[in-house]
């Protein structure tokens, strides 16, 4: 069993940068890895990023390569993504899960969600 709080979110000024927090309380051994996926108002929850434990491999969509980068800190048990050069679109609210099976691009890979963090890039 594993449980996921999430922390970091913000009101960030385009072209800035936040780092994500997504805390684990126990082990993720048992799995592919993590990943992290948003959701805008009105649309579908999209994947974002995605980090696979044995080969350690990240995945990322198009849209935040470059800019976005999945890590993870195992002494403390926890995730993160670091956000740079933010955009209004990357405005979502942005939830960590745990990539238990199947393709890290579906939701449906994954379980053990966090509660989301709202982030917002104004212009």
């Known amino acids: 069993q594993v449980v996921l709080v999430e922390s970091g979110g913000g009101l960030v000024q385009a072209g800035g940068s936040l780092r994500l927090s997504c805390a684990a309380s126990g082990r993720t051994f048992n799995s592919y890895g993590m990943g992290w996926f948003r959701q805008a108002p009105g649309k579908e929850r999209e994947f974002v990023a995605a980090?696979?434990?044995?080969?350690?491999?990240?995945y990322y969509t198009d849209s935040v390569k470059g800019r976005f980068t999945i890590s993870r800190d195992n002494i403390k048990n926890t995730m993160y993504l670091q956000m740079n050069s933010l955009k209004p679109e990357d405005t979502a609210i942005y939830y960590c899960?745990?990539?238990?099976?199947?393709?890290?691009?579906?939701?449906?890979?994954?379980?053990?969600w966090g509660q989301g963090t709202q982030v917002t890039v104004s212009s």
């Open positions: 980090l696979r434990w044995s080969p350690e491999i990240t």
């Open positions: 899960a745990v990539w238990r099976l199947g393709s890290y691009v579906y939701i449906t890979s994954y379980d053990y």
